[in-house]
């Protein structure tokens, strides 16, 4: 699985797919909930609470690719991976960066080169995997799982199908109703149900029970055996069989069926399904039983049509009257007293769908999963900040971040005291991101670094932590560098207690200057249109971060975050060496958008 996940988009599928999963898990549970506190409520509206869900799972998987993800801390799963390359790699990594656009920019190459050692070998997670080897190791199980998800999909597509070309060529076959008393009994029981389609009133031999398919020109179609029912009977099954018409069920059907079909090995699926059926089935009798029709004579008149069903074998495509399956609790249904019969309002109904969407929304854009290589991954980027090569050691920094492992944070210590200018700075930025308190006194130490920007990286990971013993030093740090004000005006806003307020307000005091919130200053606000016309261009976008214009950099920072693209990291990386604070700021933000949690360290 672990080569599988070296692909981005494979390992994108695989996130939306598990997170798309439990958040279906947690609408069907609201959806029970409801529907069990509706329990003495109309089956009509416990029918709509189960559709409305399930048509919120067609929507999951595309609201939850396209919104932007809201972070409330994610569930990860660790994936044991171990791709070890030969000796050179490390050699053939730092060429791949060398002749890159962002490596070739001066930023990159500041500070003196390490002398470190050179291991045997290497592991090196953010090289592509060799293809020749991917081919040898044969189907990952991912592919398998995926090949028989779809294969699952379209078994129940196809059955699908097959039972609406059944019913079609039913409805084909079948002959208009010769009885223009069923017809003029059909059209006034549709005028005051509502309905305004055209309805074909069909008999025919090979069905036992009434059926009911369609939506625009629906069909009722009647077996042979209704020439002999009495009148009564007439009117019961039409008006059961046009309060589907009315309630729109087939559409309903449709939709339901292919939610099975993508959800099919969710069993939490196939329980809604059911419940919704039943509650369907129940509406429609609610609907006879509200028109006037005795409890006691429907029940009977259900049971004689039902007699003629020995098994559910109509067609899904289309609604059987009586169903042999469902019929005890049907009884149970009719016969009960005081219950809610009446049938659903557009006006509740569309109150239903809005709230479902008004749920659905927010839980789209939620990213609560993730899978990451926590264990080995973790390794592979520590082993890599020992490597000669000051690329490879920033990029591990970066990295070990972003996977937000308390495993890294003692090799990221280390490496605050690394030869490199540019290492000690990421190191810093990795460690506010995985905001562990045996990272403070250490990161303190750097706040008189001889690099301005690794001071000033420190200044705001100790705010990033949000610990009150970062306080004092911040603002002994000011006397000996004035230039940190502002970071630690931000800083202590982050920390945010009332000693971290009071000394903040004091450094205002100091110099002169109007408060200011914390989300007005560094990342600042979205959406700048500098760089816009390059949104689709990763190298143009990469290009821009030297423009002369501080607002493109900016934008263009912006822009490479929103893409998401670990090929931008060391480009990003350079910008943190900006003359600009506003484009350092946002250099900082789109590091943390290109998250190898979520791209499964592809470079």
């Given at each position: 699985?672990?080569?599988?996940?070296?692909?981005?988009?494979?390992?994108?599928?695989?996130?939306?797919a598990?997170?798309?999963?439990?958040?279906?898990?947690?609408?069907?549970?609201?959806?029970g909930?409801?529907?069990?506190?509706?329990?003495?409520?109309?089956?009509?509206?416990?029918?709509?609470?189960?559709?409305?869900?399930?048509?919120?799972?067609?929507?999951?998987?595309?609201?939850?690719?396209?919104?932007?993800?809201?972070?409330?801390?994610?569930?990860?799963?660790?994936?044991?991976?171990?791709?070890?390359?030969?000796?050179?790699?490390?050699?053939?990594?730092?060429?791949?960066?060398?002749?890159?656009?962002?490596?070739?920019?001066?930023?990159?190459?500041?500070?003196?080169?390490g002398?470190?050692?050179?291991?045997?070998?290497?592991?090196?997670?953010f090289?592509?995997?060799?293809?020749?080897?991917?081919?040898?190791?044969?189907?990952?199980?991912?592919?398998?799982?995926?090949?028989?998800?779809?294969?699952?999909?379209?078994?129940?597509?196809?059955?699908?199908?097959?039972?609406?070309?059944?019913?079609?060529?039913?409805?084909?076959?079948?002959?208009?109703?010769?009885?223009?008393?069923?017809?003029?009994?059909?059209?006034?029981?549709?005028?005051?149900?509502?309905?305004?389609?055209?309805?074909?009133?069909l008999?025919?031999?090979?069905?036992?029970?009434?059926?009911?398919?369609?939506?625009?020109?629906?069909?009722?179609?009647?077996?042979?055996?209704?020439?002999?029912?009495?009148?009564?009977?007439?009117?019961?099954v039409?008006?059961?069989?046009?309060?589907?018409?009315?309630?729109?069920?087939?559409?309903?059907?449709?939709?339901v069926?292919?939610?099975?079909?993508?959800?099919?090995?969710?069993?939490?699926?196939?329980?809604?399904?059911?419940?919704?059926?039943?509650?369907?089935?129940?509406?429609?009798?609610?609907?006879?039983?509200?028109?006037?029709?005795?409890s006691?004579?429907?029940?009977?008149?259900?049971?004689?049509?039902?007699?003629?069903q020995?098994s559910?074998?109509?067609?899904?495509?289309?609604?059987?009257?009586?169903?042999?399956?469902?019929?005890?609790?049907?009884?149970?249904?009719?016969?009960?007293?005081?219950?809610?019969?009446?049938?659903?309002?557009?006006?509740?109904?569309?109150?239903?769908?809005?709230?479902?969407?008004?749920?659905?929304?927010?839980?789209?854009?939620?990213?609560?999963?993730?899978?990451?290589?926590v264990?080995?991954?973790?390794?592979?980027?520590?082993?890599?900040?020992?490597?000669?090569?000051?690329?490879?050691?920033?990029?591990?920094?970066?990295?070990?971040?972003?996977?937000?492992?308390?495993?890294?944070?003692?090799?990221?210590?280390?490496g605050?005291?690394?030869?490199?200018?540019?290492?000690?700075?990421?190191?810093?930025?990795?460690?506010?991101?995985?905001?562990?308190?045996?990272?403070?006194?250490?990161?303190?130490?750097?706040?008189?670094?001889?690099?301005p920007?690794?001071?000033?990286?420190?200044?705001?990971?100790?705010?990033?932590?949000?610990?009150?013993?970062?306080?004092?030093?911040?603002?002994?740090?000011?006397?000996?560098?004035?230039?940190?004000?502002?970071?630690?005006?931000?800083?202590?806003?982050?920390?945010?207690?009332?000693?971290?307020?009071?000394?903040?307000?004091?450094?205002?005091?100091?110099i002169?200057?109007?408060?200011?919130?914390?989300?007005?200053?560094?990342?600042?606000?979205?959406?700048?249109?500098?760089?816009?016309?390059?949104?689709?261009?990763?190298?143009?976008?990469?290009?821009?971060?030297?423009?002369d214009?501080?607002?493109?950099?900016?934008?263009?920072?912006?822009?490479?975050?929103?893409?998401?693209?670990?090929?931008?990291?060391?480009?990003?990386?350079?910008?943190?060496?900006?003359?600009?604070?506003?484009?350092?700021?946002?250099?900082?933000w789109?590091?943390?958008?290109?998250?190898?949690?979520?791209?499964?360290?592809?470079?």
């Amino acid at each position: 699985m672990g080569e599988a996940l070296t692909n981005p988009y494979t390992a994108f599928a695989i996130d939306l797919a598990i997170d798309v999963l439990l958040k279906a898990t947690i609408v069907l549970a609201v959806a029970g909930i409801a529907a069990w506190y509706l329990r003495c409520g109309s089956a009509a509206t416990r029918h709509a609470v189960w559709s409305v869900a399930l048509g919120c799972l067609l929507l999951l998987p595309i609201l939850s690719g396209a919104l932007p993800a809201w972070k409330l801390g994610r569930l990860y799963v660790s994936m044991e991976t171990e791709t070890v390359l030969p000796s050179d790699a490390t050699q053939c990594c730092s060429e791949r960066l060398e002749s890159s656009s962002p490596a070739a920019r001066p930023a990159a190459t500041r500070g003196t080169v390490g002398t470190r050692g050179t291991s045997p070998a290497v592991t090196v997670p953010f090289e592509q995997a060799d293809s020749q080897k991917s081919a040898a190791s044969g189907a990952s199980p991912v592919a398998i799982a995926l090949v028989i998800w779809l294969l699952g999909v379209l078994a129940l597509l196809g059955r699908l199908g097959v039972d609406t070309l059944r019913i079609r060529c039913i409805t084909r076959r079948a002959s208009n109703c010769s009885s223009a008393a069923v017809h003029d009994l059909a059209r006034r029981l549709a005028v005051s149900l509502g309905i305004r389609r055209r309805i074909r009133i069909l008999v025919s031999d090979e069905v036992k029970v009434p059926l009911t398919w369609g939506a625009w020109t629906p069909a009722v179609i009647l077996p042979e055996a209704m020439a002999t029912w009495s009148t009564q009977r007439t009117h019961i099954v039409l008006l059961h069989e046009l309060a589907h018409i009315r309630r729109w069920d087939w559409a309903v059907l449709l939709m339901v069926e292919v939610v099975c079909a993508i959800y099919w090995f969710n069993p939490l699926v196939w329980i809604a399904a059911k419940q919704g059926a039943m509650e369907r089935e129940r509406a429609c009798d609610d609907q006879a039983l509200y028109a006037g029709v005795r409890s006691d004579v429907y029940a009977s008149h259900l049971f004689e049509i039902a007699r003629a069903q020995v098994s559910d074998d109509a067609p899904r495509a289309a609604f059987a009257m009586a169903q042999p399956s469902s019929l005890a609790t049907r009884f149970r249904s009719i016969l009960a007293r005081e219950l809610d019969r009446a049938p659903m309002s557009q006006g509740r109904l569309f109150s239903t769908a809005v709230a479902a969407l008004l749920f659905a929304l927010p839980l789209a854009s939620v990213d609560i999963w993730g899978t990451v290589q926590v264990g080995d991954s973790v390794e592979q980027r520590v082993r890599q900040l020992q490597d000669d090569d000051p690329l490879v050691r920033r990029h591990a920094a970066w990295a070990l971040g972003e996977l937000e492992s308390s495993r890294g944070v003692r090799p990221l210590i280390e490496g605050l005291t690394d030869e490199n200018a540019d290492v000690r700075l990421v190191a810093a930025w990795a460690l506010g991101e995985i905001k562990d308190d045996i990272a403070i006194y250490p990161l303190v130490e750097r706040l008189d670094d001889d690099d301005p920007f690794v001071r000033e990286m420190a200044v705001l990971a100790l705010g990033e932590i949000e610990n009150p013993s970062a306080i004092d030093p911040l603002i002994e740090s000011l006397d000996r560098h004035p230039e940190l004000r502002e970071p630690a005006i931000w800083a202590l806003g982050e920390i945010g207690n009332h000693e971290a307020e009071r000394a903040r307000s004091a450094v205002f005091a100091q110099i002169g200057r109007r408060g200011w919130d914390n989300q007005d200053v560094w990342s600042g606000y979205l959406g700048s249109d500098a760089a816009r016309r390059f949104a689709g261009d990763l190298s143009a976008l990469i290009d821009a971060l030297d423009d002369d214009d501080p607002k493109m950099r900016r934008s263009a920072a912006e822009w490479l975050g929103l893409r998401g693209e670990q090929s931008a990291v060391d480009p990003l990386l350079d910008a943190l060496r900006d003359p600009e604070p506003s484009v350092r700021a946002m250099a900082i933000w789109a590091l943390d958008e290109i998250n190898p949690s979520r791209h499964q360290n592809t470079e």
